[in-house]
């Protein structure tokens, strides 16, 4: 299938500038859900360009400087833990989604979004916009989007594995591992711990 398909749909039914949105991080115990929002050059060959988590951390690092490079706009926005106690995951997925959306460069016209939903209790995509399961493998600009956020993502999490060690955020990246729940239970949530994800401790 042409990773175009959708971007060309949406060109073809005539919106302007069309970008890929993607998140990374809902499911983590501990730090930000990211996202980002990536308009490309129709028909760019992004070598290797797959759903981020198809892909080793090596390859994603080389991807992402060529993506910021080669795409006509590209953005990267974030929810941190307070957030996401205070409203909840779904809403904090769809406002940081937004928020990268809001944060291009240029205003697209349409909106690519992975996944099937496109609002939460308290946020939504407000832009035009279509929803595509397992987006991030059926459109180059989603993936572009999944890229960024995912390594936007693991470098937060590296700072914080040197600002609070113990936790191991280098290791799982504050996924609910074995080990993560191990150094939680031996030393309680950090500062940047999703209370509302640790109900089962």
């Known amino acids: 299938m042409d990773r175009y398909t959708y971007e060309r749909e949406a060109l073809a039914a005539g919106y302007g500038l069309v970008c890929g949105c993607d998140e990374a991080g809902a499911g983590p115990l501990a730090g930000p859900v990211y996202a980002a929002a990536v308009i490309l050059p129709l028909g760019l060959d992004v070598p290797g360009l797959d759903d981020s988590k198809k892909l080793t951390a090596k390859k994603r690092e080389s991807l992402f400087p060529f993506i910021q490079e080669q795409a006509l706009a590209c953005a990267v926005a974030w929810v941190d833990a307070a957030e996401i ?3 909840d995951i779904l809403s904090a997925r769809m406002r940081a989604m937004q928020l990268a959306i809001d944060g291009l460069p240029v205003h697209p016209d349409f909106a690519l979004i992975d996944g ?5 209790r308290t ?3 407000t832009v035009p916009h279509r929803c595509i ?6 459109s180059a600009s989603v993936a572009a989007a999944s890229v960024l956020a995912k390594v936007s993502r693991d470098r937060f999490m590296l ?3 040197e600002r609070y060690p113990q936790y191991r955020f280098d290791q799982h990246k504050g996924y609910g591992t074995k080990l993560h729940y191990e150094l939680l239970r031996r030393y309680g949530p950090s500062p940047i711990h999703r209370r509302t994800f640790l109900k089962s401790l």
């Open 123 to 125: 946020s939504s995509i």
């Open 133 to 138: 399961v397992k987006g991030d493998s059926l």
């Open 85 to 87: 106690d205070a409203t």
């Open 159 to 161: 700072e914080m594995a």
């Open 116 to 120: 099937n939903r496109d609002r939460g």
